[in-house]
C-alpha cells in the first residue's frame, strides 16, 4: 500500500537539465519556486523556464502535460504550483528548457514513488 509522501524534491536546477523521475498515484501538485527566498518570505527570482513532462510508456517518452493558449508545451518562468493530474501509476519529471540565472528550485506533494 502506497502513502502519500511528503513530497518528492530533486537537485535544484542550475543549468538545462531534467529532474529524476518519479511515479504518480492520484492527483498531486507540483510546485516551481526561485531561491534564496525574499526577506518576506516570498519566493526569489530566477531567469529560465521549466516544464512539466509526463511518460505514458514508464519513461521512455516524456510529453508536456499541458499546452498554452496558442499550442505551445506550457512553461513556467516563475514560481508556480499547478495541480496535476489522475493518471494512476504515469511518471512525471520537470524539464528545465532554458537556464539564464538563479537557483530554481521544484517539488511535487501527492502519493509519489521514486521511478526506477
Same mark, same amino acid.
Given at each position: 500500500?502506497?502513502?502519500?509522501?511528503?513530497? =518528492?524534491?530533486? &537537485? +535544484?536546477?542550475?543549468?538545462?537539465?531534467?529532474? &529524476?523521475?518519479?511515479?504518480?498515484?492520484? *492527483? =498531486?501538485?507540483?510546485?516551481?519556486?526561485? !531561491? &534564496?527566498?525574499?526577506?518576506?518570505? !516570498?519566493?526569489?527570482?530566477?531567469? $529560465?523556464? /521549466?516544464?512539466?513532462?509526463?511518460?505514458?510508456?514508464? @519513461? !521512455?517518452?516524456?510529453?508536456? /502535460? %499541458?499546452?498554452? @493558449?496558442? $499550442?505551445? &508545451?506550457?512553461?513556467?518562468?516563475?514560481?508556480?504550483?499547478?495541480? @496535476? *493530474?489522475? /493518471?494512476?501509476?504515469? #511518471?512525471?519529471?520537470?524539464?528545465?528548457? %532554458? #537556464?539564464?540565472?538563479?537557483?530554481?528550485? #521544484?517539488?511535487? /506533494?501527492?502519493?509519489? !514513488?521514486?521511478? +526506477?
Amino acid at each position: 500500500m502506497l502513502l502519500p509522501s511528503p513530497a =518528492f524534491t530533486g &537537485p +535544484p536546477f542550475t543549468a538545462t537539465g531534467v529532474s &529524476p523521475s518519479f511515479i504518480v498515484y492520484g *492527483e =498531486f501538485l507540483a510546485s516551481i519556486w526561485g !531561491t &534564496p527566498l525574499n526577506g518576506d518570505g !516570498t519566493p526569489g527570482a530566477f531567469t $529560465g523556464t /521549466v516544464r512539466l513532462e509526463r511518460s505514458g510508456d514508464r @519513461g !521512455t517518452t516524456f510529453l508536456p /502535460v %499541458s499546452i498554452d @493558449g496558442a $499550442g505551445s &508545451p506550457a512553461t513556467y518562468s516563475g514560481a508556480v504550483a499547478v495541480e @496535476g *493530474e489522475d /493518471v494512476n501509476g504515469a #511518471y512525471y519529471r520537470f524539464n528545465c528548457t %532554458s #537556464y539564464t540565472s538563479g537557483t530554481i528550485n #521544484y517539488s511535487a /506533494v501527492g502519493t509519489i !514513488t521514486a521511478a +526506477p
